[in-house]
């Protein structure tokens, strides 16, 4: 990661943070709780929300705009996924055929803790630009899928976010996918446990 970008980060993403905790901590005053919420960004542009339905655990997002390259979802601290700062099946789904309907190439999953405050952000870049293989990838998560749908739903998807964690390595390693984690400031991601945590309180706090 170039040493130099640094301050430019920052200036660039410190309006999306303002933003995502602004919805986080709105979310925290009237429900209780943080629910996910999903944004849209144009090169150098703001971010723009664009959810149809979320949860705590899902969402629903409405479609890109021409000349969007950015999608940001949030994880938020107790979600269903285990994979905590890393990409849900789903995810990894939705990243592929974004790219296929919008061209939407980034995917960013922001970290938030129980204070609604964002504690770290992964970026997820799609490297392939042959559509034949994003519909390979595609069609072999659709057949995954599908053997498994016969399973107990809690067991399906919990099986689904251990394929998603294998996908998520594989991509990588195979270069299909380049992925960076930047904490924010007062965090570090823990390789050991995929999330971010605190650099003062080490790693025990996140361990679910
Ligand atoms: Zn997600």
Same mark, same amino acid.
Do not use: D, L
């Given at each position: 990661m170039p040493k130099n970008k640094g301050a430019s980060r920052k200036t660039r993403w410190g309006i999306p943070k303002r933003v995502v905790e602004g919805f986080a901590k709105r979310d925290l005053r009237h429900l209780g709780w943080i629910h996910e919420s999903g944004f849209y960004k144009k090169p150098r542009g703001n971010l723009r929300y664009g959810t149809e339905f979320r949860s705590r655990t899902s969402l629903m997002a409405k479609p890109a705009k021409k000349g969007e390259r950015l999608f940001l979802h949030t994880h938020p601290?107790? $979600? $269903?996924? $285990?994979n905590c700062a890393l990409p849900s099946f789903n995810d990894l789904r939705g990243l592929l055929t974004m790219y296929k309907e919008y061209g939407i190439n980034t995917w960013v999953i922001s970290r938030v803790n129980e204070k609604g405050e964002e504690i770290g952000r992964t970026f997820l870049k799609l490297r392939i630009k042959d559509e034949k293989k994003v519909n390979q990838l595609i069609g072999y998560m659709e057949r995954l899928e599908r053997s498994l749908k016969d399973m107990d739903i809690e067991e399906r998807e919990k099986r689904l976010e251990i394929e998603a964690h294998k996908l998520f390595r594989k991509w990588r390693s195979d270069k299909l996918l380049s992925v960076k984690f930047i904490p924010m400031q007062g965090y570090r991601f823990d390789e050991r446990i995929d999330d971010f945590v605190s650099v003062r309180e080490g790693s025990v706090k996140s361990r679910r």
């Open positions: 601290e107790r $979600a $269903a996924t $285990a």
